[in-house]
């Protein structure tokens, strides 16, 4: 349901605000993108999740299924 995708956004992107070294919220939001068909804008939560936890393997495996 699209009008719940944008209610966790919103939360998520509180979250971001609150904790922005915090790699969880980027991996969430990089997940509510791809469902939302954002492809481009998971990738880039994904990254940004990496970059705070380069070992967080959900977002690593997240990531490499949006690329080829």
């Given at each position: 349901n699209?009008?719940?995708?944008?209610?966790?956004?919103?939360?998520?992107?509180?979250?971001?605000?609150?904790?922005p070294?915090?790699?969880?919220?980027?991996?969430?939001?990089?997940?509510?993108?791809?469902?939302?068909?954002?492809?481009q804008?998971?990738a880039?939560?994904?990254e940004?999740a990496?970059?705070?936890?380069?070992?967080?393997a959900?977002?690593r495996?997240?990531?490499?299924?949006?690329?080829?």
């Open positions: 699209e009008g719940q995708e944008e209610a966790a956004m919103e939360e998520l992107l509180t979250a971001v605000k609150l904790a070294g915090d790699a969880t919220p980027y991996y969430l939001l990089g997940m509510v993108e791809e469902r939302l068909g954002a492809r804008a998971a880039q939560m994904y940004r990496l970059r705070l936890k380069p070992d967080y959900q977002a495996a997240a990531l490499n299924q949006l690329r080829p």
